[in-house]
């Protein structure tokens, strides 16, 4: 991400639209995975409920 970026609220205005658009198609539930990002989940409202576990096979 750009540095510039950061503070504006620009992502927590697209999370806003997504979340309302997502009521208007009459979802009860967003859940979302990420790693980097959970202190800004928080800050907009969102609870941790799980933890995420993945395995690679090569």
Do not use: C, P, Q
């Not at 620009?10 to 999370?15: D, E, V």
């Not at 658009?21 to 609870?47: C, M, N, P, Q, W």
């Amino acid at each position: 991400m750009l540095e510039e970026y950061r503070g504006k609220k620009i992502g927590k205005h697209l999370m806003a639209e997504a979340e309302n658009l997502s009521k208007e198609r009459g979802s009860k539930l967003v859940a979302l995975a990420t790693r980097r990002a959970d202190r800004f989940y928080e800050s907009i409202g969102y609870d941790e409920s799980a933890k995420y576990f993945k395995k690679h096979f090569s």
